[in-house]
């Protein structure tokens, strides 16, 4: 997929919204262990949270990938869309996006693509003849990917990992909403946090010349 951003267009990221899920949610979680929910005071208040973040960083026209987990069930899904303003948004499916995967055809018109994983290179205006911004987008961690030593970026979700742990081997981040206070990344802070980052780290089978 290759995109061309245009003026003010951005481009962000974010996952594992996990919108209207009540075991997430401290205050209604059946879980015995509240380390794996988020400290909201009721089911409302998260989804309320999760849309105003998204809202308040990512206008209609620009571009969100949301790489999966989503909501559990079709009609949240549905509620969560109705209440996000951006009209570009692609969905990188995830587990708890079964039942969609079931039934895809009510929600093709609801998003810009819907996919389980997708290649993406990005060129930003006034630098059409450079080399483009590669990124690999699955809702899980792979451990090597196309182009991965030739800097192509690696995001996921999945793993709900926490501020300090949301950077993996290599150029990967996990980019679910528990890691980033429940607001996407953009284009931008993604890239900079690779800065530093040895593309070749997670390398882990021969090279074949």
Known sequence: MKIFPKGNQQIF????????HRNICKATSNWPEDSYTRD???VKAMNDRLVQEINDMVG???ILF???????KPEMVKQ???RINCKNIHWILGNHDWRVKEDPKPFLDMFSSMSEYKYVMIYLEG????????????????????GMCG????????????EHDKMGKGMTLDVGVDGNNYKPYSLDEVLALMIDKDPCE???????R
């Not at 997670?202 to 090279?207: A, C, K, L, S």
Request: proline fraction near 8%; include cysteine.
């Open 80 to 82: 969560f869309r109705n």
């Open 127 to 146: 630098e059409e003849d450079e080399d483009p911004i590669k990124l690999v987008l699955c809702h899980y961690p792979i451990s090597s990917w196309q």
């Open 202 to 208: 997670p390398f882990t089978h021969p090279v074949l």
């Open 40 to 42: 909201f005071p009721g």
């Open 60 to 62: 209609e026209d620009d």
């Open 66 to 72: 949301h790489l999966g987990d989503m909501a559990f």
């Open 151 to 162: 800097g192509t970026i690696h995001l996921h979700g999945h793993l709900h990992c926490l």
């Open 13 to 20: 990221f974010t996952s594992d919204s996990h919108y209207d």
